[in-house]
């Protein structure tokens, strides 16, 4: 009974955990990294986190607006303008931007800006 309740926690750990971690980054520099387990669900094919092109994203004042249009996200199906405060992106590892979107395309969760940006 012990070897079974002992399997059975083993078993649950290791799914949990896995679940929890986040899928890797993409971009054209070639650096690996992680996305922050908080903003990712997916994986590199069907996660919500994606590099996004400089031309969608504009610097101003009061911190980033964001376009996107069908073809400059996986899950975008129509136009989208997100604005988002400097203090709440989160740095980019690659000096590229990457945006996740979660639960649907309406709602930015996480957005990564590269250091030159900040």
């Known amino acids: 009974m012990r070897l079974v309740l002992t399997g059975s926690m083993v078993a649950f750990a290791c799914l949990f955990s896995t679940a929890a971690l986040a899928h890797e980054a993409h971009s054209g520099s070639g650096m ?24 969608n994203v504009k610097v101003t004042e009061n911190g980033y607006e964001i376009q996107l249009k069908p073809g400059d996200h996986r899950m975008i199906t129509r136009p989208h303008r997100f604005t988002m405060k400097q203090s709440q992106a989160r740095r980019s590892q690659d ?4 945006i996740c979107l979660y639960p649907t395309e309406d709602n930015l969760r996480c957005f990564y800006a590269p250091d030159m940006s900040f």
């Open 95 to 98: 000096e590229e931007y990457h």
């Open 32 to 55: 690996a990294w992680k996305y922050d387990g908080f903003c990712c669900n997916g994986d590199n094919h069907t996660g919500d986190c994606q590099m996004i092109s400089t031309r």
